[in-house]
């Protein structure tokens, strides 16, 4: 996971516009993985929050990669609006999910042992 959260700089600004199909294409094959692994059926609940993990990520990215394509006039409004939906609601899952796992964790501190 902490991978490929340092690989998200790879759509930064610093790579220019003109890598956005380069890193489209790359985008696609990392989440064609990433559902096959979902769909193989992880075993543990740490690979489930990975998988979903990559998952957000993968909306996130392809979001930005659409917002480039958008702004370089080769993608239509609708699908750069579909796609930042999709990552904004991927963005607000993964936050009700870290706040639901602080609280439990904070429950379980508080029990007497």
């Known amino acids: 996971m902490i991978n490929g959260i340092s690989q998200i700089s790879s759509l930064s600004f610093s790579n ?3 890598d956005i199909s380069k890193t489209s294409s790359n985008l696609m094959g990392q989440a064609t993985s990433a559902a ?6 992880p075993t543990s609940f740490a690979s489930i929050l ?4 990559t998952e957000a990520m993968g909306n996130i990215k392809k979001a930005e990669v659409s917002s480039f394509e958008g702004i370089k006039g080769t993608a239509n ?3 750069v609006v579909d796609s930042v939906m999709a ?3 991927s963005l ?3 936050i009700a ?6 609280s439990a964790y904070l429950e379980v501190t508080k029990m007497q042992i």
């Open 92 to 94: 607000q899952t993964a």
């Open 36 to 41: 096959s692994a979902v769909a193989a059926g």
């Open 97 to 102: 999910l870290r706040d639901k796992i602080v």
């Open 16 to 18: 220019g516009i003109g």
């Open 50 to 53: 990975g998988g979903m993990a």
């Open 77 to 79: 409004t609708r699908e």
């Open 87 to 89: 990552a904004e609601q």
